[in-house]
């Protein structure tokens, strides 16, 4: 659904993004994680051309932005939402007037621009609030004003810039909820950007790791938790780093409560210790983390049953 | 002077006044607001980002804004006939307090412009926004608050220069101020043109404030 390679930005002689390449599938919340300054705004950005990218090429459901004039470019703008850290309201509009905003932009008529705003308000859960003023609002709720604001031309795509970095934890997990919720409903593709791994752990199907203008690691989170070394599985569940020599990190993937474990020193001459772990949800799952020294004998054996049991075994010492 | 001898002379200066500082007032909205809205629009990061345009502009308002006004009257004396075809009397002074006050609503439009969030401006523009529309529907609605304000500090500045238009020939309550107060030492009159001028300043400016807020919901 969109589809950036060879991404570059440069700014004089400050390089914003250095080759990157993003592939969103339709459908999927894909999130771009980062920390400020690794350049995911300025990705955001190049997607709907807010940034021109100085080399690269963005494609957006099938068509080349970068190749656009700039009344196809508005044209194409007007399938794409977005949504805004500090919300972007309009303080001169009531709240049915910043969802219509957009409705004017692509010159839809007046009587269906009201029906419109009505149903987008509900969607968002904002019903009888059009008549409010923005500053009337929380910051949950304007950002709700924002979300229906983006979705008002149906697009195919919502770009998410920081949405929920300006809100408290409750709030920001009730706008997750209502991104997920329309993502599930309108088949909505999402790419969002973010600093918080909590956003990608709620929502995200996949996710691209940024650091100094690159993608470090990309892919769906599900695979990357299955991929041993991978940077995400170490970023979610924090064990010490480097691992003590001999220790052993367990990733379990399947029904948590599954004793595996307790099998292993039931079933084989060893002592296991634990060092640290941490179940999360995530990707739509229990995924747990356990980093265990085990003694004995029959080390071997257990870590080969471990394995065969479908548990991802990383050895500290021994290549992946 | 009675009150009987002084009202003939204080009614119609007031409307000549008025009339001068009413009409100048239009015009240089009309010129200043797409005037201020240039200055920001092709500045450098701008709607339309044409920066050496930009600069040129800037020159030409810097050099309206920096002569005295009453250098100005006269200065563009020739400009005037061209405009109205004569020098002298109300209509007449409308040319160079339009000409006077242009640069400096221009400066204040620019500044209000300026307060208008770069993320509202984004947002519209991710929404596929043209730059009339822009200026039309994000940044002058956003900014009515701070035009208004800026319009109403331009009136009181435009019943200033009204004073000086009026030695020149104008008319209005600075005339009178200086023919009765000045040269020929009628100091209660003078009282009065004082007094009736600051009650006009008052009066506008508290509507211009009033309206301004009734337009703000920050």
């Known amino acids: ?320 | 002077m009675t009150w009987e001898e002084m009202l003939p002379l204080l009614w119609p200066a007031t409307l000549e006044t008025a009339q001068m500082v009413g009409w100048s007032t239009l015009f240089t909205a009309l010129l200043g607001l797409p005037l201020g809205v240039a200055l920001v629009a092709f500045d450098r990061g701008g709607l339309r980002p044409a920066p050496a345009f930009k600069s040129a502009l800037g020159f030409v308002v810097n050099v309206g804004r920096s002569l005295p006004f009453i250098v100005l009257m006269i200065a563009i004396i020739p400009f005037t006939r061209l405009v109205v075809g004569t020098t002298i009397g109300t209509a007449a002074f409308v040319v160079p307090l339009t000409v006077g006050a242009v640069p400096f609503f221009a400066r204040l439009v620019e500044t209000a412009l300026r307060e208008v969030g770069a993320d509202v401006v984004q947002a519209a523009q991710a929404m596929g926004a043209s730059r009339t529309t822009i200026v039309r529907k994000v940044l002058l609605p956003e900014a009515l608050p701070g035009l208004v304000a800026g319009l109403t500090v331009t009136v009181v500045a435009l019943i200033g220069y009204s004073a000086m238009a009026g030695t020149l020939g104008g008319g209005g309550l600075g005339d009178l101020a200086v023919r009765y107060g000045y040269q020929r030492f009628e100091t209660l009159l003078m009282i009065v043109t004082v007094v009736l001028l600051l009650v006009i300043v008052q009066l506008l400016q508290s509507l211009g404030d009033w309206v301004a807020r009734r337009l703000s919901h920050k």
């Open chain 1, 1 to 320: 659904m969109i589809q950036a390679s060879g991404l570059r930005k440069q700014y004089g002689t400050t390089v914003a993004l250095d080759g990157v390449d993003l592939h969103v599938r339709e459908g999927e919340i894909y999130g771009v994680l980062g920390q400020s300054g690794a350049g995911k705004s300025t990705l955001l950005r190049c997607v709907n051309l807010l940034e021109r990218p100085t080399a690269g090429t963005v494609t957006v459901a099938g068509q080349d932005l970068t190749a656009l004039g700039s009344g196809e470019l508005n044209r194409a703008r007007q399938r794409i939402g977005m949504i805004h850290q500090h919300f972007a309201l309009l303080s001169s509009r009531t709240v049915a007037g910043n969802v219509a905003f957009p409705l004017e932009v692509m010159g839809v008529p007046r009587a269906e621009r009201e029906r419109r705003v009505a149903e987008l308000l509900e969607l968002v859960g904002l019903d009888g609030r059009g008549k409010d003023r923005p500053h009337q609002l929380s910051g949950g709720q304007k950002q709700r004003v924002g979300i229906a604001r983006a979705l008002a031309g149906n697009p195919a795509v919502l770009l998410s810039d920081e949405a929920t970095s300006a809100l408290d934890p409750a709030t920001t997990q009730s706008i997750l909820a209502l991104l997920k919720r329309l993502n599930a409903e309108l088949g909505l593709t999402i790419l969002l950007i973010t600093h918080e791994m909590n956003v990608v752990k709620s929502v995200c199907d996949s996710v691209a790791i940024m650091s100094r203008g690159r993608i470090e690691e990309s892919g769906v989170i599900a695979d990357l938790i299955r991929t041993p070394g991978s940077r995400l599985t170490r970023e979610i569940f924090p064990l010490p780093e480097p691992a003590p020599a001999g220790s052993v990190t367990l990733t379990f993937t399947g029904d948590p409560r599954q004793p595996v474990v307790s099998e292993v020193v039931r079933k084989f001459d060893v002592d296991l210790s634990i060092l640290g772990g941490s179940i999360e949800e995530l990707a739509g799952g229990s995924v747990g983390r356990l980093r265990v020294a085990l003694d004995g004998a029959d080390s071997a054996a257990a870590l080969a049953y471990l394995r065969d049991s479908g548990l991802i075994v990383e050895v500290a010492g021994e290549a992946a």
